[in-house]
């Protein structure tokens, strides 16, 4: 039977989360927006879940509406993860592999990371555990002994 109805549309994204997805999407290469939709959904979940504080607050008000509802949605964990924990526990959840999801979170906190500003993000590392760094692009440094 045909009909005269069509499918509703998908409820359209916010201009500010289209170009977010669209530099996730280049960055991390994914051939459609769809999967870059996913990464950023997954990844940020994830760090909601680790971020506290005046850092996950000044983060959420960086970010665009729609990735921000999804970061702040999460109930901080009272065990941070440290970064590799971190992918490894994502990977978990969704049962893709640990490089596979430690591609999605590198593609996605780049993104994250333009968003902030480099004070912003030197903050969030500050706040987080150790292996963080890397995975925003940045060298892990440590104190010297």
Do not use: N
């Amino acid at each position: 039977m045909i009909s005269d109805r069509q499918a509703l549309p998908q409820q359209p994204y916010g201009t500010a989360y289209e170009q977010m997805l669209e530099k996730v999407r280049y960055e991390g290469a994914y051939p459609t927006r769809e999967r870059a939709d996913q990464a950023v959904r997954l990844v940020l979940a994830g760090l909601g879940r680790q971020l506290t504080s005046d850092e996950r607050v000044d983060l959420a008000g960086c970010l665009p509406l729609e990735a921000a509802r999804v970061l702040t949605a999460q109930i901080p964990d009272t065990q941070p993860l440290t970064g590799w924990a971190f992918v490894k526990d994502l990977a978990a959840r969704t049962g893709a592999s640990l490089a596979t999801t430690r591609w999605d979170t590198g593609s996605v906190f780049s993104a994250v990371a333009a968003y902030a500003g480099p004070d912003l993000t030197t903050r969030i590392l500050h706040q987080l555990p150790t292996g963080y760094a890397l995975l925003f692009g940045r060298a892990e440094l440590t104190p010297a002994a």
